[in-house]
């Protein structure tokens, strides 16, 4: 889910299409490896341009629609780990009106997220005020419509979601609270043809979005940044294989991230 693009575009495709078909009388565990030739979320660049290795632990409950996910990010190099972070999340998703043209797939979850070694806040004197970390939390929900627009063998998936911080840095509610992500997003994957005995499937697509930010961060309300990205994967073994190349455009000063391009290899395994 939920933090580099390759997991929002991998999660995008695999929501409506595996996960959400019929949920499984027992417990499933998925686990996913990512690396990032550098950490982007919500427009935003964390840290320097710097590679980054991303792990994820995800726990599936029975005949709930409920999950349960550890996720982090840590940088290759050290000397910058003040910028690792580690997500907490619970998530829920359900389709409603499943076989019809107007299926839709609700998703909701509360993302916990700490920077542990985030350096302690000081005055302007250099004394130390607060050593508080770093940490915050995020809430999500969201619309996809799963069936609505056929192309191709598969389907283009429009997607709305929401995204609302409650409290972010030391605290700091005050300069932080009130704020949210809209964005408006399309996602297409194919299936391709494969080309070994031993993969059981292969597929490529693209997403795209664009983003209004209302304040959040201290960002003027306006249109911030879209994203383009394009993948390709396989299933075998019980596992997926994905590559993507991603793009972010900024339109808003006040977001203070350029226009970046950046790559991700990913490892995902059901258990």
């Not at 793009?247 to 203070?256: A, G, N």
Request: charged share 15%.
């Amino acid at each position: 889910m939920i933090r580099n693009l390759v997991v929002v575009v991998f999660l995008s495709v695999w929501l409506p299409t595996k996960a959400q078909a019929l949920v499984p009388d027992r417990f499933v565990t998925t686990l996913g490896i990512t690396y990032a030739s550098q950490y982007l979320t919500d427009g935003f660049r964390v840290g320097p341009a710097a590679p980054v290795m991303e792990l994820s632990l995800k726990l599936d409950i029975p005949k709930t629609g409920l999950s349960l996910m550890y996720w982090n990010a840590l940088r290759i190099s050290r000397p910058t780990d003040e910028y690792d972070e580690h997500d907490f999340l619970l998530m829920y998703n359900h389709d409603f009106f499943t076989g019809t043209s107007y299926a839709f797939n609700f998703h909701t979850f509360y993302d916990y997220w700490l920077f542990p070694n985030s350096q302690p806040l000081r005055d302007g004197f250099g004394d130390e005020i607060s050593s508080i970390k770093m940490h915050g939390g995020k809430v999500n929900a969201g619309v996809s419509m799963t069936n609505l627009l056929p192309l191709g063998g598969s389907f283009l998936i429009p997607a709305y979601n929401l995204y609302y911080w409650i409290y972010w840095a030391q605290d700091r509610s005050d300069l932080y609270q009130g704020g949210a992500r809209h964005e408006l997003s399309l996602t297409y994957t194919h299936s391709l043809p494969s080309f070994a005995s031993w993969v059981q499937a292969a597929y490529a697509g693209g997403f795209a979005s664009v983003s209004y930010n209302d304040g959040a961060f201290g960002i003027r309300p306006s249109w911030t940044h879209s994203v383009g990205s394009a993948y390709a994967g396989i299933h075998a073994f019980n596992s997926d294989f994905v590559v993507s190349a991603n793009k972010q455009w900024t339109y808003q000063r006040t977001l203070r991230t350029p226009n970046e391009f950046w790559a991700t290899v990913t490892f995902m395994k059901e258990f």
